[in-house]
């Protein structure tokens, strides 16, 4: 039995489609549901679940007090000495830690914070990787009402000072240097570059990662030193704060501007992580799960989660590919990983060179998200696993922290298509009127508040800037910016971010059908397109740009030949003015495609105004773009 069927049973639902109506049509019902079912401990219970309702601004669980930390430390289910997380790294050997050993830690790392002067709203900030030390960090700032931030230290200083300055951190986490596959790399000046760029920092603190020393800095032993001789396990201790206090700030890939700093709320992600992971990835206590991800995306913050179930966390830290695709599905057969999640475009690069993932009979759920997954895609997993493990693919975004489309084990795998709206995610289409529409594309909108939603912006203190991204386009409906066509059965297909989304003649056409196409040729690698509007109000330019595989060259057969299958797959008007051969398609670090950046270039801005370098997974992938402006 799964954890969603106990769950339903007990809510008295015996369908996923009955159940997700109840989870969206009674918010008060639902919610309190996830609370009591999963047993969130309330130090100062609330007086409502739902106080005020409107969006922007729905208030949850008002009067409550908890602690995010204290959840994730309880270990449901699990034994003291059962492994709570297992380190993978290039830098240093593959390590573990008990349940026992992470409590342990982490009230050691809270008072060595308190000792610098930590309290409840300073910000404590890690420019690290997805090592142990960082997790614990994270969860003996939040176990004092801390407020988190983190970036990969693959990121250059100047990017992660445009990220950390806007919140004004207080203590900086970092390491040396690291090893990236078989390079060792120095950040030591990153580093400096950031003590002079942040001017609120008060201290450093320096885990031993890497090589070399960082001067004037605490060392991570002495900030788990307890000043005498330690014989014992140290219990930890939670301050409870309010349920919308703030627990980390999440920061947008700043490929369209400067990175918003998203505040996200303590009750807000326990609930939805909750829910999430047990509901969806059905994730509990004894399970194993293993997501790569940098400290930079949300899936970190994810990952970090599954504590909350009970379950043992693997981190990998290094480069994913190296010494071959195959590293990663080594780890999830060392671990017996039951949950993984991997990138579309990793999936895809195991496709198209045949490494095989193998047995691994402790699989139960592999994920994917992070971009589309093409049709192609979902029949790889079911050739190499068949029935036996669930591809749940999701889309959801930093700004909720969560999936908002995603699967379950009670929904069917449609291929090429993503199940449907995730419990207690009032998902829809919207056409320009602001009405719902089925079996066409429109916005993808929420249109009942989630715990989840953002607390605000940093540094936003009237709402203005929130209110502007989420909210401009139809008032109270959150409009999430993804293009998104909804079936009668209510699986759906995401069609590429609405602000990318190409207008031929009137006609909207989604980015993604472009994609799935053109990408099935063996000649084309990766492929990016982009329509350039015509101001006199005609059809304007329709841009197709691929990466061809080795050896390949662009001829006029090739040009005719993707041609004619955009022809006969979608339609005439899919066919573009122009193709032409690029050496790499701009992909941020998460593997989603940058077309308004690109686009801007075609339109004469330079690479260096349009997206910071440290975004990009390939630095130079955007500079063959000025070859191609008007």
Same mark, same amino acid.
């Given at each position: 039995?799964?954890?969603?069927?106990?769950?339903?049973?007990?809510?008295?639902?015996?369908?996923?489609?009955?159940?997700?109506?109840?989870?969206?049509?009674?918010?008060?019902?639902?919610?309190?549901?996830?609370?009591?079912?999963?047993?969130?401990?309330?130090?100062?219970?609330?007086?409502? %679940?739902?106080?005020?309702?409107?969006?922007?601004?729905?208030?949850?669980?008002?009067?409550?007090?908890?602690?995010?930390?204290?959840?994730?430390?309880?270990?449901?289910?699990?034994?003291?000495?059962?492994?709570?997380?297992?380190?993978?790294?290039?830098?240093?050997?593959?390590?573990?830690?008990?349940?026992?050993?992470?409590?342990?830690?982490?009230?050691?790392?809270?008072?060595?914070?308190?000792?610098?002067?930590?309290?409840?709203?300073?910000? %404590?900030?890690?420019?690290?990787?997805?090592? &142990?030390?960082?997790?614990?960090?994270?969860?003996?700032?939040?176990?004092?009402?801390?407020?988190?931030?983190?970036?990969?230290?693959?990121?250059?200083?100047?990017?992660?000072?445009?990220?950390?300055?806007?919140?004004?951190?207080? %203590?900086?986490? !970092?390491?040396?240097?690291?090893?990236?596959?078989?390079?060792?790399?120095?950040?030591?000046?990153?580093?400096?570059?950031?003590?002079?760029?942040?001017?609120?920092?008060?201290? %450093?603190?320096?885990?031993?990662?890497?090589?070399?020393?960082?001067?004037?800095?605490?060392?991570?032993?002495?900030?788990?030193?307890?000043?005498?001789?330690?014989?014992?396990? !140290?219990?930890?201790?939670?301050? &409870?704060?309010?349920?919308?206090? &703030?627990?980390?700030?999440?920061?947008?890939?700043?490929?369209?501007?400067? &990175?918003?700093?998203?505040?996200?709320?303590?009750? =807000?992600?326990?609930?939805?992580?909750?829910?999430?992971?047990?509901?969806?990835?059905?994730?509990?206590?004894?399970?194993?799960?293993?997501?790569?991800?940098?400290?930079?995306?949300?899936?970190?913050?994810?990952?970090?989660?599954?504590?909350?179930?009970?379950?043992?966390?693997?981190?990998?830290? =290094?480069?994913?590919?190296?010494?071959?695709?195959?590293?990663?599905?080594?780890?999830?057969?060392?671990?017996?990983?039951?949950?993984?999640?991997?990138?579309?475009?990793?999936?895809?690069?195991?496709?198209?060179?045949?490494?095989?993932?193998?047995?691994?009979?402790?699989?139960?759920?592999?994920?994917?998200?992070?971009?589309?997954?093409?049709?192609?895609?979902?029949?790889?997993?079911?050739?190499?696993?068949?029935?036996?493990?669930?591809?749940?693919?999701?889309?959801?975004?930093?700004?909720?922290?969560?999936?908002?489309?995603?699967?379950?084990?009670?929904?069917?795998?449609?291929?090429?298509?993503?199940?449907?709206?995730?419990?207690?995610?009032?998902?829809?289409?919207?056409?320009?009127?602001?009405?719902?529409?089925? =079996?066409?594309?429109?916005?993808?909108?929420?249109?009942?508040?989630?715990?989840?939603?953002?607390?605000?912006?940093?540094?936003?203190?009237?709402?203005?800037?929130?209110?502007?991204?989420?909210?401009?386009?139809?008032?109270?409906?959150?409009?999430?910016?993804?293009?998104?066509?909804?079936?009668?059965?209510?699986?759906?297909?995401?069609?590429?971010?609405?602000?990318?989304?190409?207008?031929?003649?009137?006609?909207?056409?989604?980015?993604?059908?472009?994609?799935?196409?053109?990408?099935?040729?063996?000649?084309?690698?990766?492929?990016?397109?982009?329509?350039?509007?015509?101001?006199?109000?005609?059809?304007?330019?329709?841009?197709?740009?691929?990466?061809?595989?080795?050896?390949?060259?662009?001829?006029?057969?090739?040009?005719?030949?993707?041609?004619?299958?955009?022809?006969?797959?979608?339609?005439?008007?899919?066919?573009?003015?122009?193709?032409?051969?690029?050496?790499?398609?701009?992909?941020?670090?998460?593997?989603?495609?940058?077309?308004?950046?690109?686009?801007?270039?075609?339109?004469?801005?330079?690479?260096?105004?349009?997206?910071?370098?440290?975004?990009?997974?390939?630095?130079?992938?955007?500079?063959?773009?000025?070859?191609?402006?008007?």
């Amino acid at each position: 039995m799964t954890i969603i069927d106990r769950f339903a049973e007990r809510a008295g639902y015996a369908d996923y489609a009955s159940l997700h109506r109840w989870s969206v049509t009674d918010l008060d019902g639902f919610w309190s549901s996830v609370a009591e079912f999963f047993d969130v401990r309330f130090t100062t219970p609330p007086t409502a %679940v739902l106080g005020r309702r409107e969006m922007p601004g729905a208030e949850w669980f008002p009067g409550a007090t908890l602690n995010y930390a204290e959840h994730a430390l309880r270990g449901t289910g699990v034994a003291a000495d059962d492994i709570a997380v297992v380190a993978y790294s290039q830098t240093r050997p593959t390590s573990e830690l008990t349940w026992a050993q992470l409590r342990d830690q982490v009230a050691r790392a809270r008072d060595g914070l308190v000792r610098l002067g930590v309290g409840r709203g300073d910000r %404590v900030v890690a420019y690290a990787p997805n090592i &142990p030390e960082t997790l614990v960090a994270f969860l003996a700032a939040a176990s004092l009402g801390a407020v988190w931030a983190s970036c990969a230290p693959e990121f250059g200083a100047r990017s992660v000072v445009d990220r950390f300055a806007q919140i004004e951190p207080a %203590v900086l986490l !970092t390491v040396p240097g690291y090893t990236y596959g078989a390079k060792p790399v120095d950040r030591r000046a990153e580093v400096a570059a950031l003590r002079a760029g942040l001017p609120t920092l008060r201290h %450093v603190v320096a885990i031993g990662h890497g090589d070399g020393a960082i001067p004037d800095a605490v060392t991570w032993d002495d900030l788990l030193a307890t000043g005498s001789a330690h014989t014992g396990a !140290t219990a930890p201790v939670f301050d &409870p704060v309010p349920f919308d206090h &703030p627990l980390y700030v999440l920061f947008s890939s700043g490929t369209t501007g400067r &990175p918003k700093a998203i505040v996200h709320g303590h009750g =807000g992600i326990l609930l939805e992580h909750l829910k999430n992971h047990a509901l969806s990835w059905d994730l509990g206590p004894g399970d194993r799960i293993l997501w790569f991800s940098t400290t930079a995306w949300m899936m970190w913050n994810a990952l970090v989660s599954g504590l909350l179930a009970g379950a043992s966390v693997v981190l990998i830290d =290094g480069n994913p590919l190296h010494p071959d695709l195959g590293w990663q599905w080594r780890i999830a057969a060392e671990t017996r990983a039951t949950i993984m999640g991997a990138s579309p475009g990793f999936l895809m690069a195991c496709r198209e060179q045949d490494v095989a993932p193998g047995e691994l009979p402790a699989l139960r759920q592999l994920g994917a998200a992070g971009s589309p997954l093409p049709p192609e895609g979902f029949r790889w997993v079911a050739e190499q696993f068949g029935e036996r493990v669930l591809l749940n693919v999701g889309s959801g975004g930093t700004d909720v922290c969560t999936g908002i489309v995603q699967g379950s084990p009670w929904q069917p795998v449609v291929v090429g298509e993503i199940s449907g709206p995730a419990l207690g995610v009032a998902a829809e289409a919207f056409d320009p009127d602001g009405k719902p529409v089925v =079996g066409e594309l429109g916005e993808l909108v929420i249109t009942a508040p989630m715990p989840s939603m953002p607390v605000g912006f940093w540094g936003d203190p009237d709402g203005t800037r929130y209110r502007d991204t989420y909210f401009d386009v139809y008032p109270g409906v959150w409009r999430h910016g993804d293009w998104v066509r909804f079936s009668e059965s209510g699986s759906c297909v995401i069609a590429g971010r609405s602000d990318a989304t190409l207008n031929r003649g009137g006609v909207r056409l989604g980015t993604a059908e472009f994609y799935a196409v053109v990408e099935e040729l063996p000649e084309v690698a990766d492929s990016l397109v982009v329509h350039l509007e015509d101001p006199a109000g005609g059809n304007g330019e329709l841009l197709l740009f691929v990466q061809l595989t080795g050896g390949v060259v662009l001829d006029d057969a090739l040009r005719e030949r993707i041609g004619g299958e955009l022809r006969s797959a979608l339609s005439p008007r899919h066919v573009p003015d122009r193709i032409e051969a690029v050496p790499a398609v701009p992909r941020n670090r998460t593997g989603k495609k940058l077309e308004l950046p690109a686009k801007k270039i075609l339109l004469g801005a330079a690479p260096d105004d349009v997206a910071s370098r440290d975004v990009l997974a390939d630095a130079t992938s955007l500079d063959a773009f000025v070859g191609f402006a008007r």
